[in-house]
């Protein structure tokens, strides 16, 4: 049983930066698919960013693109968000993913696409 703990979410301000962690725990196949996802209160949860863990291959949501990066550090088990140049509509709770099968490229940002979710770090981003 894959286990995920979520950390790293904090209050800055706009403008700033923080790095999210996923730590994965348990039995733990290194393999397939991990995302972050976050949600926001009143809204859906929507796909930030995902990786294919085998090639590194990665997406990204428009909102973050070419601001958020995703990467793994396999000797750690760990799943990273590195969130730059943050603005008052990133502030959400951030929650890591696994999912254990393949993910096709038009399904990364489908909540449903994951079975194993961490318990969510929060980020609150001031103007």
């Known amino acids: 049983q894959v286990r995920l703990v979520d950390s790293g979410g904090d209050s800055v301000q706009a403008g700033g930066s923080l790095r999210l962690s996923c730590v994965a725990s348990?039995?733990?196949?290194?393999?397939?698919?991990m995302g972050w996802f976050r949600q926001a209160p009143g809204k859906e949860r929507e796909g930030v960013a995902s990786?294919?863990?085998?090639?590194?291959?990665?997406h990204y949501s428009d909102s973050v693109k070419g601001r958020f990066t995703i990467a793994q550090d396999r000797a750690k088990n760990t799943l990273y968000l590195q969130m730059n140049q943050l603005q008052p509509e990133d502030t959400a709770m951030y929650y890591c993913?696994?999912?254990?099968?393949?993910?096709?490229?038009?399904?990364?940002?489908?909540?449903?696409?994951?079975?194993?979710w961490g318990q969510g770090t929060q980020v609150t981003v001031s103007s």
């Open positions: 993913a696994y999912e254990g099968h393949h993910v096709g490229s038009g399904s990364w940002s489908l909540p449903e696409s994951y079975r194993i």
């Open positions: 990786i294919t863990l085998g090639d590194s291959s990665t």
């Open positions: 348990g039995y733990t196949i290194w393999n397939f698919c």
